[in-house]
Every structure is written in C-alpha cells, then in structure tokens.
C-alpha cells in the first residue's frame, strides 16, 4: 500500500523558516513527479510547488516564488520544500502527491496519491 507520509510542520513566526519533508514508501518514487498543495481553513486546496521525476523540472505559484524551494533524494524517497520568508497567510496544513508522470502538475487531479498533511502556522 503506498504511502506519503508528510513532516516537518509546526508553528512559526513571521519572517521563519520551516523545511517539510515527505517520505514515500510502497512506490518506485524516481518514476513519479511530486508535489506540495496547501489548503487553509475555509479555503479550496491550492497549488505551492512539483518537481519532475528526475529534479530536471520545478513549478512554483506565484505567491511562493523566491520564497520556497522544492527538492528530492530519490535515493531517500523524499521531497522537501524548505520555506523562508514565512507569512501568515502561508499557514494552511501541507500536503504532498505523488504523480506517474515525468513532470509535476498544478492540478490536484493530476495525482495519483496523497499524504494525510502537516500544518503549518505563522503568526504574525
């Protein structure tokens, strides 16, 4: 059964960082693309950043850009994002899918599994 299994959140103030983490097992991890969508209470589920099976690809929302970065060992079957430059309204619970294909997607239905999430909080 595959797994995604999301850490590394918790509770930040403005201007932090945090790093999420997100372990896959049960899947061959270097043939899917990955992402990391965030959904904050009240709010639809919403695009942060993918990355291409082979890292050669990255995507990000605007609002995130320079701000986040999204990595992977495919060695490890782990994808990062580290958050700098933290604000309030990036507080949400994080979640990342995993996609069979050689690059991401900002499309939630475009992925074909799903972490439970980590939630992020920054306080202003």
């Known amino acids: 059964q595959v797994q995604l299994v999301e850490s590394g959140g918790g509770f930040v103030q403005a201007g932090g960082s945090l790093r999420l983490s997100c372990g896959a097992s049960?899947?061959?991890?270097?043939?899917?693309?990955m992402g990391w969508f965030r959904q904050a209470p009240g709010k639809e589920r919403e695009f942060v950043a993918a990355?291409?099976?082979?890292?050669?690809?990255?995507y990000y929302t605007d609002s995130v850009k320079g701000r986040f970065t999204i990595s992977r060992d495919n060695a490890k079957n782990t994808v990062y994002l580290q958050m700098n430059s933290l604000k309030p309204e990036d507080t949400a619970v994080y979640c990342c899918?995993?996609?069979?294909?050689?690059?991401?997607?900002?499309?939630?239905?475009?992925?074909?599994?799903w972490g439970q999430g980590t939630q992020v909080t920054v306080s202003s």
């Open positions: 049960e899947l061959s991890f270097s043939t899917y693309a």
């Open positions: 899918a995993a996609r069979r294909w050689p690059v991401g997607s900002p499309r939630p239905s475009d992925y074909d599994y």
């Open positions: 990355i291409g099976w082979s890292a050669n690809t990255e």
